[in-house]
């Protein structure tokens, strides 16, 4: 003979059900218990000043007595909010930056959502101990690549302004270094003026604070041409008693020179000069150079560097 069950299968989903409702009741109940609890909020320091090296004993935390239901107290310690302490806005004083918390309470209120009729920060201030830095003026060196488009070029280098940047930090580091670099720059196809900005390098120089972070970069870029002038070589320093003969007796000069001053241009600018005491033993050429040309001009080259010689008996 079967027995009948002693608790029917809906009997047991109308108690399961009841249990649960009772469960979130209480826990509705609790939460909404008012509660006094101290929770630690996280710090975070924006706008240090460039000229101060913060202590590595800086506190990371403000102490907040919050008064309020459960609700709001499991929300600071599940979501943990951050209180953002501007620094900039700190009193110096005998080596330490002051930010008296009471002096902020609306921008505290504002961030960390909190009424202060409820809540109770338990310090007065912050106290931030600081070293200071070491200030230096330093020079900055252009890292940019120009290739020009066919037919412009530039009579002077690409400037930087300014060339200087003014940075701080530990003395140590400081004392070592007189200049840095600009970012890799590599321009191509340029026709017309440069005018732009480049960020400073300051890979490795973590413990530096930089004022400047770019640095503004320009050039004239005008339309050049392409000229030649045949130049008779001039051999110097030829012993007087060595009767020395030499092949070619000129050289052609290529060079680029804006177009504006193209006619400004004739061969008897340039001097092109073999030294015959740079020859080596053994050797039967001299080594053509350019020692004198106009300054505007610019990609200047000699179709021919090496002069043939024989000494005659």
């Known amino acids: 003979m079967r027995r009948k069950p002693r608790f029917k299968r809906s009997s047991v989903k109308t ?16 939460f909404s ?3 006094t609890q101290l929770i630690e909020i996280p710090v975070n320091y924006i706008n240090a000043p460039l000229d101060k090296s913060l202590s590595d004993d800086i506190p990371d935390h403000i102490d907040l007595q919050l008064q309020d239901n459960g609700f709001s107290i499991y929300y600071y310690k599940i979501f943990n909010p951050q209180l953002e302490v501007d620094l900039s806005k700190a009193k110096e004083t005998d080596g ?14 504002q961030q960390l959502k909190i009424d202060f009729e409820k809540s109770l920060i338990v310090q007065d201030e912050i ?4 070293q200071l830095k070491k200030e230096k003026v330093l020079k900055v060196i252009p890292r940019i690549e120009i290739n020009y488009a066919v037919g412009y070029s530039a009579e002077n280098p690409v400037k930087l302004l300014p060339d200087t940047v003014r940075v701080s930090g530990p003395g140590q ?4 270094i007189e200049s840095v670099y600009t970012e890799s720059l590599s321009l191509s196809r340029v026709n017309e003026n440069l005018n732009g900005e480049v960020d400073i390098d300051t890979s490795g120089l973590g413990a530096l604070s930089f004022y400047e972070n770019s640095i503004g970069y320009f050039q004239k870029v005008e339309k050049f041409t392409e000229g030649s002038a ?5 051999v110097i ?22 177009l504006k001053q193209f006619e400004s241009v004739s061969a008897a600018d340039f001097r092109v000069v073999c030294d ?15 020692v004198e040309k106009p300054a505007f001009i610019n990609s200047v080259r000699l179709n021919e560097r090496q002069i043939q010689f024989v000494i005659k008996r």
């Open 15 to 30: 108690f399961s059900f009841f249990l649960l409702f009772s469960a979130v009741v209480w826990v509705l109940v609790q």
């Open 33 to 35: 218990k008012t509660y």
């Open 96 to 109: 330490q930056l002051v930010y008296t918390l009471q002096n902020h309470l609306s921008d505290i209120e």
């Open 127 to 130: 106290v931030v101990p600081f």
């Open 173 to 176: 580091i400081i004392d070592t």
């Open 230 to 234: 045949e130049i008779a070589i001039e």
């Open 237 to 258: 320093n030829v012993p007087n008693n060595l009767n020395l003969a030499y092949f070619p007796k000129t050289v052609i000069v290529y060079y680029q020179v804006n």
């Open 276 to 290: 015959y005491k740079e020859v080596k033993r053994g050797d039967d050429y001299m080594i053509a150079q350019i």
